[in-house]
């Protein structure tokens, strides 16, 4: 027995029928091409969200100074300067869920070199902070911890600054002055992008936090830092960082039950893990919706292939009349259930490629079309194929001879 | 029949019946049929509509088993095989030629020859050469091409015809082959079969036009789920109930 045999007679069989054939096919196209669509949409929003959050550094605690409460009126977070560069040296060396502890002392400073300016926002801060955003150097080297001993006047720039002050001239080794003060490039950033929030990342100038604090942002209250970026050593250990965090600082800050915390501590990683999941959510939701098409598209199938049979009961009956057993007339037709729904399936990928990259041409979302998500579509459409197919298939196959050739 | 002792049984039936449930109404369709064809034989079974020749028919062919009785064809016993098996016999010893042609449309008459030989599983080369030859015997050689559904009535016959002989059946069984067909096709139907007679094929035919079994040598009659006559100038069977 040929192998090959129940194939060709189902392709003539959907030749015959050409019409026919497409329409039924048109459920299992549709459905998934809107399979691949939703996903490709979907997987594009989770991995822009990853990149974002691969663009802000992994296992990211904040701290961010407390708020003040003067006359009953209390203003926000960050509003007093309460943490000091000594919390942020106590929490790196205390701390054993925490990996690296940057501070931040962050003010606009308006910049000039040569006879270009602009005006950007400077940090000052360690040379922790790269390593815990994960942020690399273009060109240059990176601050040292003796730069920031010896409060040196020394900086490194993002991508944007550098691009405002001296076009497309290398700056390592130029001079800039941020507020007056003769400042030496060290280091230019690499680019990093928009961030979440849609602010420009490349636009910032990093300086020792001494240097900060004494030069350029000092304020009324000397060696007092910003919020402050921790990382903690693995994303276990998030929470271990978090309450060790806690109970340092309040030791450190002499914090009992009845007073009010003078800090805040944040899990950055927590929130935009929830914000990755519920893109994750989405995405399985649009896949689930166009799943369901395609089981319509499958069910349309099982309907002509029932038509098909009782149409073509007088065929059944002279194939099995001249010999042909029930596994010949079972193939015979489930073949053509599989032959529909895989050539459905074909078309429907190419509908949905292309669908995909249409939706980021016209409306500029980010999509993904993953090789999983075709393969499951061709699994799933043959899948679909045997499962409807195979109900017509065996009642085609289970015929009587003599009824089937006395059907009119 | 002129072969003697050494005369080969194709068919052999003993105390055949068929019992069908109409709803409420139990059929006895046959009621106790023997029967023996021997090889090269012409029968004709003859009878009025409901005397169960259709019946009995069915179950030479293979299509429908016997409520009780014994049947062998070509010498094996059917009586017990499973459907798989009959289909088997059915491809391998049986060839038929019914009233409504029953080829597959938008097929060609060599693709319909070729069916049986398909499911038998021989290769395409041989099968096509034995298509061909087939539909040579019938005449119909050169519309090897032509899709069913573009050919008359009595060449549409023709290939079912070649379509039953293409596996070089043991038995070829006929119902009703010329009764979609006027007079004049009905003799070329006849003249076919009286020549495939000649060259030793074994066939039996049901008919219910008397000038149309008049072209076989052996004319068996139905009545009432019994055979009441069994007549042929060469025929040595004893009458039923002998």
């Known amino acids: 027995m040929d192998i090959l045999l129940p194939v060709k007679i189902a392709a003539r069989a959907l030749r015959v029928n050409l019409m026919r054939s497409f329409l039924t096919m048109l459920g299992i196209m549709i459905g998934i091409g809107a399979v691949i669509v939703m996903v490709a949409v979907g997987s594009g929003a989770t991995k822009q969200i990853a990149d974002q959050i691969a663009t802000m550094g992994s296992n990211l605690i904040l701290i961010l100074p407390g708020s003040t409460t003067s006359g009953g009126i209390r203003a926000g977070g960050g509003s007093a300067p309460t943490l000091t560069f000594e919390d942020v040296k106590a929490i790196q060396s205390e701390c054993p869920a925490v990996a690296l502890a940057a501070p931040e002392l962050r003010g606009t400073a308006q910049m000039v070199a040569g006879n270009m300016n602009w005006s950007s926002l400077v940090t000052g801060t360690t040379p922790a902070l790269l390593s815990i955003r994960d942020w690399r150097l273009a060109a240059g080297r990176e601050m040292t911890s003796s730069d920031v001993d010896t409060a040196q006047k020394v900086c490194i720039m993002g991508k944007t600054v550098a691009e405002n002050l001296f076009g497309d001239d290398d700056p390592i080794g130029k001079q800039v002055r941020i507020k007056g003060v003769p400042f030496l490039i060290i280091g230019l950033l690499e680019r990093k992008g928009r961030s979440a929030q849609g602010t420009d990342q490349d636009d910032v100038v990093y300086v020792p936090i001494t240097t900060a604090q004494r030069k350029i942002l000092g304020n009324a209250f000397p060696g007092m830092v910003g919020p402050v970026l921790v990382q903690a050593a693995s994303q276990e250990q998030l929470a271990q960082a978090e309450s060790e965090i806690t109970s340092l600082l309040d030791q450190r800050h002499h914090m009992s039950a009845t007073k009010e915390r003078d800090y805040t501590v944040r899990n950055l990683s927590e929130i935009l893990a929830v914000s990755q999941q519920s893109a994750k959510t989405m995405s399985l939701l649009l896949g689930a919706v166009a799943s369901i098409s395609l089981i319509v598209g499958g069910i349309g199938i099982m309907n002509i292939m029932l038509v098909s049979v009782t149409e073509r009961t007088r065929e059944i009956g002279i194939r099995m009349a001249i010999g042909a057993k029930e596994r010949d007339i079972l193939l015979q037709f489930l073949a053509e259930a599989v032959l529909l729904t895989m050539l459905g399936g074909f078309i429907g990928i190419t509908l949905g490629v292309g669908g995909a990259f249409a939706i980021s041409g016209f409306f500029g979302w980010p999509t993904l079309i993953s090789g999983e998500a075709i393969l499951l579509a061709v699994a799933f459409s043959s899948g679909i194929g045997i499962f409807f197919g195979f109900y017509p298939a065996r009642k085609a196959a289970g015929l009587n001879p003599i009824d089937a050739l006395r059907y009119e | ?242």
């Not at chain 2, 070329?188 to 039996?204: S, V």
């Not at chain 2, 069994?230 to 009458?239: H, I, L, R, S, V």
């Open chain 2, 1 to 242: 029949m002129k072969m003697g002792s050494a005369m080969k049984e194709v068919v052999r039936i003993e105390g055949i019946t068929k019992v069908y449930q109409m709803g409420e109404e139990t059929v006895h369709a046959l009621r106790g049929v023997s029967l023996t064809v021997n090889q090269g034989e012409f029968v004709a079974i003859m009878g009025s509509s409901g005397s169960g020749k259709s019946t009995c028919m069915h179950i030479l062919g293979c299509l429908d088993r016997p409520s009780s009785g014994r049947y062998a064809l070509d010498g094996v016993s059917v009586e017990n095989m499973s459907k798989n098996e009959l289909a088997e016999i059915r491809n391998k010893k049986l060839g038929f030629v019914f009233q409504g042609f029953n080829l597959l449309s938008r097929t060609t008459a060599a693709e319909n020859v070729e069916l049986p030989l398909v499911y038998g599983g021989m290769n395409a080369a041989t099968r096509r050469a034995r298509a061909l030859e087939a539909l040579h015997m019938v005449g119909l050689a050169e519309r090897a091409g032509h899709l069913s559904n573009q050919l008359s009535g009595g060449q549409q016959q023709r290939v079912a015809i070649a379509r039953a002989l293409a596996g070089d059946p043991a038995l070829i069984l006929a119902d009703e082959p010329t009764g979609n067909l006027d007079s004049r096709m009905s003799e070329e139907i006849m003249d076919i079969f009286k020549r495939l007679n000649e060259q030793g094929k074994t066939i039996i035919m049901v008919t219910h036009e008397p000038d149309i079994a008049a072209h076989a040598g052996r004319r068996v009659t139905f009545k009432d789920g019994v055979i009441i006559d069994d007549t042929g100038p060469a025929q040595t069977a004893a009458k039923p109930g002998a």
